[in-house]
Each structure stands twice: as C-alpha cells, then as structure tokens.
C-alpha cells in the first residue's frame, strides 16, 4: 500500500558498474526499491551480489553510476553518507558480541547516557525501555534480554541483529543471507521480522540463495549474472524454475520450447 502511494522509489541503483583491476564485478546495473518493498537479490556464487550491497551501503565506491536515497536524492559515496540518509546494513556476520546481552548488543556503540550532572553515566533503564519497543515493534520474543548473547539462538541473534539496524528508524534495511544456517522454525521467524520491516514501510533489500525464500517474502526479484542484471521479476509472474534459469544461464524445457516454436 504504502508503495502505491509514494511518488518515487526510496532507494534508486542507477547505472552501477564497478571494475578491480580488470575483473568486472557490476556492469550497468539498475533497480528501485520502493517504500514497504521487499527486494531480493539472487544470484551465483561471483555474480556480485555483495558488491552491490556494499555500493548500496556506502562502503565502495562505484566507478560509474550511482545510488540515489531520499526525497534529497542524495548520492550515496560512504558508510556515514548512506547512514545519514536512512540506509542500514546487517551483514552476515551480524557483529553480535557473545559476552553482551541483548540490550548492550542493540546499543553497542551508541549508548544511551544520564546528563553530565547525574555523572554521564549509562542509562540502562532508558536502554532497556527502548530495547523493549524495539523488540516488540518487530515483534521479536526475547525472554530475558539481560542474558548474554552466547545463549541466543540463530534466529535471536539475527532478530537482535536487525532490531539494531532499526534504531536509528531507517528507510531502507538490507540484508545479507538472513537466513543462512537456520531451522525451519528459525527462518520463519526471521521471514516474518522481513514482513514486518515492510508493514512498516521500511524498504527491504535481501540477498539471498534460498529461492524459497525469495518465492516467499519478495515482492520482486532482481537477478545477477556474471556482474549483470538479466532479469527483473515481481511476485507471482515467475517459478522457481525461471529464477534458477536465469540464475545460470540454462534455458529450461519450456523457454527452449518456446524459442524454438518461435523460430519455426
Ligand atoms: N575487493 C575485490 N578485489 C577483487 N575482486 C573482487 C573484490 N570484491 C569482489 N571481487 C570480485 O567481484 C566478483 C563479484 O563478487 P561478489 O562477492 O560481489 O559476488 P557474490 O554474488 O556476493 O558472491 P557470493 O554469493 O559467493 O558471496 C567476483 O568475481 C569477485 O571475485
């Protein structure tokens, strides 16, 4: 709904192409995401996927296009610039500190402090009534967030992971490989935080192997190949068997079919 509404996509990838030394990692890639979208990035192994998320989030440098975020249009060139305007990253390796509890985990670096005349001290209740809204506005269930993070399971610490990227209420949160090396009720949880993160109006950027997934949760799906976009689909006008197709370049029974009905 909120994506019906609004005037011009939150986040737009235009013309990307980036080259180290003379490998071609991006070439000309573009795609918009726009307001309560969610936005899976598939592809192969090599296929770019992480550079691309890594121009998104400001921490490389395009050699050519750019990515525009904002009612400012702002062009994103680094980690503070695409923070600034509402972009944030949970990576794979989440940076969950194991001796910390959740409340630390969510305020890491960015603690909340009593004013300098109650001594500048931390403000744990504060944190902690904050850490409260946080979880349960994505409605992550966490007993006892004052237990260390080494006692989380998968998907908790990946809940914590994406709460934090919250925090600072960000328009557009992406996500690498979210539900890599979770059970099944664990992926569930987190496909069900990625739904809420668009109820909310957030956009959504996923990268994913997991075409389940992806069938699942994305309301398009942008495919990379060798550096390249191939294909761009929405929700519902393709298979599994059309994304794993244009994942590796093989036509399937079908498009062979089709191609050579149309020759003939
Ligand atoms: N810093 C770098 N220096 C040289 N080559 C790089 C660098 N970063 C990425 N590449 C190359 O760019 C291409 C795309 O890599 P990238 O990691 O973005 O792919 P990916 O789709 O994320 O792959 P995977 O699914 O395996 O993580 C690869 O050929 C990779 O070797």
Redesign the pocket.
Known sequence: MAALLAQQPIIEVRNVSIH??G?S??TDVSFDVWPGEVVALV??????????I?IISGV?TPSAGEVLCGEERTSIRTAHGAAAAGIQTVYQDLAICDNLDTVQNLFLGRELRRPWYSGNRLNRPKMEAEARRVLSSLDVKIKDPAVPASSLSGGQRQSVAICRSILTDPKVVVLDEPTAALGVAQRRQVLGLIERLREQGRGVIV?S?DLGDVQQVADRVVV?RL?RKVVEVVRGCYSREDLVSAITGVMNDQQLKAEKDQST
């Open positions: 180290f030394g490998i990692a991006l592809g192969d192994n090599g296929a770019g996927k992480s550079t691309l890594k490389q990268v192997h990379l550096g």
